[in-house]
């Protein structure tokens, strides 16, 4: 239904269109309740037991605003990736953050590159503010640096988007090759680097800090491996001029108060997140085993995920809707070649269980 009110013409040329249709809006189509949530990369691990305990002692103070600078929480991250305090801007999630940086320098045709079928959030931002995106193909399930190096001179793009440790294939790119694409990108590109799955990585995936480094920004986010997606908190790292830049244009007290609490605690307990680490590769192991088994593909993965070859696109649909009527929820990419993928998070044991049963019986009958 159109507006009675006149929007902008940006806002009224827009599809309607969302990033990802959520588990309970299946949920409420279907009429059930899945038994594996295994669909958005969350943490089936949950949050650590130190991260609870400081926010049921924050439940108190929920009356109150977040402090908007973040202030204890920014000490601590500066701290911990060995960065100057104004060089750290917490938000809510990286797809918050997203919103604001492609905001920064996006205006109606601005040029900006991505890979096609990529974290399909970045893309979604940049159509909001009227951008003109580039899609680069990935090349042997990987984001193809050079390629998407080329594109940025070829159509002189404000802005780069890389998702490394990659979503959805799970692959990654080491330090110094990322060193080396960015050296190669145009003087006026920001490269947005996508850390969301950086604390799994088992080599460095990002160039080590600069403040002197005008066009990188890091994305990182407490949703993954800190097991906090729904209390929405990330943090961006970047040259002191941009993360005042966001400074002018963020919303202050878009990251609340529990969020701040919790993340701390999430942060300092450092044995936590080694373990899910450790846990988490376990649970790849074993998707790789249930694969192999079943004569099916998977690509090496390197992130809390794994993406299964189905060999085509219509299989990958064909199992994600039998994976689907087996109430187990997983994801599939929208563009070729990634589309034959089915991407898979790994859940605690229990849940894995229900998978390999619904994948096996799923498999089998196709
Ligand atoms: C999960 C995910 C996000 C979302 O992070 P939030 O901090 O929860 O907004 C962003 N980017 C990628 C690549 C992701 O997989």
């Known amino acids: 239904m159109r507006s009675a009110v006149p929007l902008t013409d940006l806002v009224d040329s827009l599809p309607a269109n969302v990033p990802f249709v959520g588990p309970e809006a299946i949920e409420r189509r279907r009429g059930f309740v899945f038994k594996a949530r295994l669909g958005a990369n969350e943490s089936g691990f949950g949050a650590s037991p130190a991260a609870q305990a ?16 973040g202030f204890e929480l920014r000490a601590a991250l500066a701290d911990h990736h060995g960065v100057p305090l104004d060089c750290v801007v917490l938000g809510p999630g990286i797809d918050g953050l997203l919103g604001t940086l492609v905001r920064l320098v996006t205006e109606p045709r601005t040029p900006v ?20 995106l580039v899609r680069v193909p990935y090349r042997r399930d990987h984001q193809d640096l050079e390629a998407l190096a080329a594109a940025a001179h070829s159509c002189a793009a404000r802005l780069v988007y890389l998702c ?32 969301a799955y950086g604390e799994f990585a088992p080599l460095p995936t990002a160039p080590l800090f600069d403040a002197g480094e005008p066009r990188l920004v890091r ?15 990330g943090y961006a790292l970047a040259p002191e001029p941009i993360i005042a830049a966001i400074n002018r244009i963020r919303d ?12 701390l605690a999430s942060l300092r307990d450092r044995a936590f997140v080694a373990d899910i680490v450790a846990r988490t590769a376990v649970g790849r192991a074993e998707y790789e085993a249930l694969a192999t088994d079943l004569g099916l593909r998977t690509i090496r993965s390197v992130t809390n995920f794994v993406a299964f070859d189905a060999g085509s696109s219509t299989r990958a649909r064909a199992l994600l809707l039998a994976l689907e009527d087996r109430r187990v929820f997983v994801r599939m990419p929208t ?5 034959r993928l089915i991407r898979v998070t ?21």
């Open 335 to 339: 563009a070729a070649p990634l589309d």
């Open 113 to 132: 590159v991505t890979s096609a079928g990529a974290y399909p959030t970045f893309a979604y931002h940049v159509a909001g503010h009227g951008g003109a």
């Open 346 to 366: 790994v859940g605690t044991p229990k849940e894995r269980a229900v998978f390999a049963d619904a994948l096996r019986d799923a498999w089998e009958r196709a």
């Open 164 to 195: 490394n440790p990659d979503n959805p294939t799970g692959t990654m790119h080491n330090a110094r090759d990322v060193q080396s694409f960015l050296d190669g990108l145009p003087a006026q590109t920001l490269l947005i680097l996508d850390e």
């Open 54 to 69: 400081a926010l049921k002692a924050a439940l108190g103070e929920v009356a109150w605003y977040g402090d908007p600078e």
């Open 219 to 233: 994305l990182r986010t407490f949703s993954k491996v800190h097991g906090l997606a729904g209390l929405r908190i």
């Open 252 to 263: 202050h007290f878009s990251v609340s108060r529990p969020a701040q609490t919790a993340a």
